[in-house]
């Protein structure tokens, strides 16, 4: 783009198309602007004039975003980002600043980690935001795309076990937080539970059960079903589910098994009246894993959150 184009680029048309894409409604969007609905209009007006685009059509369930538009909404949050980064002391002030910061966390780490860290981030920050999304397959392309600012979830700490569940690519930084170990729940009256009274809870019996499994990431296999193919083994997977507290419910009324970290366990058993046994097949730890794109190592706010970060949880492993 040549510097005349740039000049005549109005800042406050990005932000209402942002604010449309998030929306898909000219009224909720003219309400978040604090701006009438006819200003809006005119401003979507110019904005399909610069692009040479609809950008949205109307449907009945509100404006849907053209196939341009849904290909700008990324470009345009990474850009609106950056120019709010831009605008940002360079020295980072925690007590007076309002920086949006955005985090991918796998579901377990929510009552592990982050009651660690959340208080100690809002006493420094009081005006500070935290923006949480799901752990997905594409966390580190969004991370690099500086769409994600942090990450957090489950790393194997062997090399090579990694490479088969998850290791993140050039460009990513990352941090041990806490290490944990997997563990099983059932309902209590499982009939399992007999077995273990006898001492016969083994991995041949393990394997004998039917198992509910959380699909993570890219690939519906954990470190353990790696590990038992090496061995010519498999589980008996008679489900997959979206996220770990649907297992866990899921278990209260069936005869299925959930492997899980130890800490979600024992905390969800708690809550859900749930019995946690060891799991009868040797398995390396694993560690809940800080990440962070290697470009914001040194920008002030995201070394001030990172520290906290991993400060709560240093404080958890010591115990």
């Given amino acids: 783009m040549t510097v005349d184009k740039l000049a005549r680029l109005d800042l406050n048309l990005l932000v209402c198309l942002h604010v449309l894409l998030q929306e898909c409604s000219v009224t909720r969007a003219a309400q978040r602007l604090f701006l009438s609905q006819s200003a809006v209009s005119k401003s979507l007006a110019r904005l399909r004039e610069q692009f040479d685009d609809a950008l949205f059509v109307r449907s009945a369930h509100g404006l849907l975003p053209t196939p341009r538009a849904k290909v700008l909404q990324p470009v345009l949050e990474k850009l609106l980002q950056d120019i709010e980064n831009l605008t940002e002391p360079t020295e980072f002030v925690p007590q007076n600043s309002h920086r949006h910061f955005k985090m991918s966390l796998v579901e377990s780490?929510?009552?592990?980690?982050?009651?660690?860290?959340?208080?100690?981030?809002?006493?420094?920050?009081?005006?500070?935001?935290?923006?949480?999304?799901?752990?997905?397959?594409?966390?580190?392309?969004?991370?690099?795309?500086?769409?994600?600012?942090?990450?957090?979830?489950?790393?194997?700490?062997?090399?090579?076990?990694?490479?088969?569940?998850?290791?993140?690519?050039?460009?990513?930084?990352?941090?041990?937080?806490?290490?944990?170990?997997?563990?099983?729940?059932?309902?209590?009256?499982?009939p399992v539970l007999a077995l273990v009274e006898q001492g016969e809870w083994t991995q041949a019996n393990y394997l004998l059960q039917r198992h509910i499994q959380v699909r993570c990431g890219r690939d519906d296999r954990w470190l353990l079903d790696y590990k038992l193919a090496e061995q010519g083994l498999q589980r008996d997977i008679a489900m997959y589910v979206p996220d770990f507290n649907s297992a866990a419910s899921l278990c209260t009324h069936t005869d299925l098994i959930f492997t899980a970290p130890s800490h979600f366990a024992d905390y969800v058993a708690a809550q859900l009246n749930l019995v946690v046994l060891p799991l009868p097949t040797p398995l390396p730890a694993m560690a809940y894993t800080l990440f962070w794109p290697q470009h914001q190592e040194n920008d002030p706010g995201h070394c001030w959150l990172r520290q906290i970060i991993i400060n709560g949880c240093r404080e958890l492993s010591s115990r």
């Fill in 109 to 190: 780490a929510y009552p592990l980690l982050m009651p660690r860290f959340l208080g100690e981030i809002f006493t420094q920050g009081p005006h500070i935001l935290l923006d949480t999304h799901a752990w997905e397959p594409d966390t580190f392309d969004k991370m690099l795309r500086g769409e994600i600012d942090f990450g957090i979830t489950g790393k194997d700490l062997n090399p090579h076990d990694a490479q088969l569940t998850l290791m993140p690519p050039k460009g990513i930084i990352f941090q041990e937080l806490h290490r944990d170990t997997q563990r099983c729940i059932v309902r209590p009256g499982h």
